[in-house]
Structure formats: structure tokens, C-alpha cells
Nanobody
Framework: VQLQASGGGLVQAGNSLRLSCAAS????????MGWFRQAPGKERELIAD????????HYADSMKGRFTISRDKAKNTVDLQMSSLKPEDSAVYYC????????????WGQGTLVTVSS
């Protein structure tokens, strides 16, 4: 299984950025795809997840409003649209996958760095 995250970079505060995760190596039926982030010195935190089959989304409370997760089954991608970015959004962003019945994510991408300048 490969999860390839892309789209990170340097962006000014207030702007938007779209991350994409290309998933390959298996079918993701009955899987949940998630986006996480980890800032320096902080624990990794869930931003949002989406079920592959139905596209049902779930957002961490602190992430609601500025982040939108989506998936494209034809392209095998999971995207994270981020808007009104703040310097505190600077982090390495990871995509991950788990089976729907599992609690823990067992497939992880390599991460993409997002830096938001003030």
C-alpha cells in the first residue's frame, strides 16, 4: 500500500491550500481515509476522515469550518482543502488509511510540509 501526499508548501496566512493523497496498492473498499497533522513539539492530531465507500465525513471539533476532506474514487485520491490558513496550521500533514472496523490507522503516507507565514 502506498499513500503519497502532495501539495504542501509555503503559504501566507489567510490563503488556501489543497493537499492531495494518491492511494495505491490495494482496493480501499471498507476503509476509512484520514488526514492528520503534526506540528513541531506536538502530538499528531486527526483533522478529518472519510469513508471510502460512501464518502461519509468526520471532522475533529477544532478543525470544523476551515478544512474539507473529499475523496475521488475514480482517481483513488483523498484531498484536504484548507482555507483561511493561520501560522498555527504549520505542520507536517499526513494521509492515512485503516479498515472501517479497525480503530487504528495502519497505512501512512510520508507527509507533506505546510508552512503558513504571518
Amino acid at each position: 500500500v502506498q499513500l503519497q501526499a502532495s501539495g504542501g508548501g509555503l503559504v501566507q496566512a489567510g490563503n488556501s491550500l489543497r493537499l492531495s493523497c494518491a492511494a495505491s496498492g490495494r482496493t480501499f473498499t471498507n476503509h476509512v481515509m484520514g488526514w492528520f497533522r503534526q506540528a513541531p513539539g506536538k502530538e499528531r492530531e486527526l483533522i478529518a476522515d472519510i469513508t471510502w465507500n460512501l464518502g461519509t465525513t468526520h471532522y475533529a471539533d477544532s478543525m470544523k469550518g476551515r478544512f474539507t476532506i473529499s475523496r475521488d474514487k475514480a482517481k483513488n485520491t483523498v484531498d484536504l482543502q484548507m482555507s483561511s490558513l493561520k501560522p498555527e496550521d504549520s505542520a507536517v500533514y499526513y494521509c492515512a488509511a485503516r479498515r472501517s472496523a479497525a480503530r487504528d490507522y495502519n497505512f501512512w503516507g510520508q507527509g507533506t510540509l505546510v508552512t503558513v507565514s504571518s
